[in-house]
């Protein structure tokens, strides 16, 4: 069974940093690009990254370029995103999902003062 | 960016009857590959999302056969043959033709009468 669980959610002031990870179990990860999407509280769905299976390319929603970085361990078959320069409206639920099939249960971030 | 527009935005529809979303793209969703990268996807209350429909009409395993996805170019359309209570909740489509960025749209929430 696929399974995807984010975790290192939680509250932060604005302009700070969090990260987040995503532990896949069930799949070959390492065959498998990885992406990010976010929802914000009553919102819709916003993608925010993608990392491809071996981790040689990413890419951004224009929101985040530049302030958060994805990336993955295939040994350890976990994604991450780094999330640095927090802003209010990066508050969010936030989905790792597997080629956007698959997704986890999502983890919230809450930029606050 | 290619934009998603869908609608409605909400529906209310009596139990066994049928429902219908549309969801049009501003640009057409051929890849260059020949297939068109056209998803859709379930989100039920206080839920993550689930894939139903990829690639225009191809249903997810374990997606029963009231879901059905059709369209080309840049007009597509997700319909439910008898609505049950399980399917409340918000649908959106996506296209993975374009990226990045990966987009989805507003989302139509689904409702009982």
């Known amino acids: 069974e696929v399974q995807l669980v984010e975790s290192g959610g939680g509250l932060v002031q604005p302009g700070g940093s969090l990260r987040l990870s995503c532990a896949a179990s069930?799949?070959?990860?390492?065959?498998?690009?990885m992406h990010w999407v976010r929802q914000a509280p009553g919102k819709g769905l916003v993608w925010v990254s993608h990392?491809?299976?071996?981790?040689?390319?990413?890419s951004y929603a224009d929101s985040v370029k530049g302030r958060f970085t994805i990336s993955r361990d295939n040994a350890k078959n976990t994604v991450y995103l780094q999330m640095n320069s927090l802003r209010v409206e990066d508050t969010a639920v936030y989905y790792c999902?597997?080629?956007?099939?698959?997704w986890g249960q999502g983890t919230l971030v809450t930029v606050s003062s | 960016d290619v934009v998603m527009t869908q609608s409605p935005l909400s529906l209310s529809v009596t139990l066994g009857q049928p429902a219908s979303i549309s969801c049009r793209s501003s640009?057409?969703?051929?890849?260059?590959?020949?297939?068109?990268?056209l998803n859709w996807f379930q989100q039920r209350p206080g839920q993550s999302p689930r894939r139903l429909i990829y690639?225009?009409?191809n249903r997810d395993s374990g997606v029963p056969d009231r879901f059905s996805g059709s369209g080309s170019g840049t007009d597509f359309t997700l319909k439910i043959s008898r609505v049950e209570a399980e399917d409340v909740g918000v649908y959106y489509c996506?296209?993975?033709?374009?990226?990045?960025?990966?987009?989805f749209g507003q989302g139509t929430k689904v409702e009982i009468k």
């Open positions: 999902t597997r080629s956007i099939d698959c």
């Open positions: 069930g799949f070959t990860f390492s065959t498998y690009w």
């Open positions: 990392i491809n299976s071996d981790g040689s390319s990413t």
């Open positions: 640009q057409g969703l051929v890849h260059s590959d020949g297939n068109t990268y």
């Open positions: 690639k225009v009409s």
């Open positions: 996506m296209q993975g033709t374009h990226w990045p960025p990966w987009t």
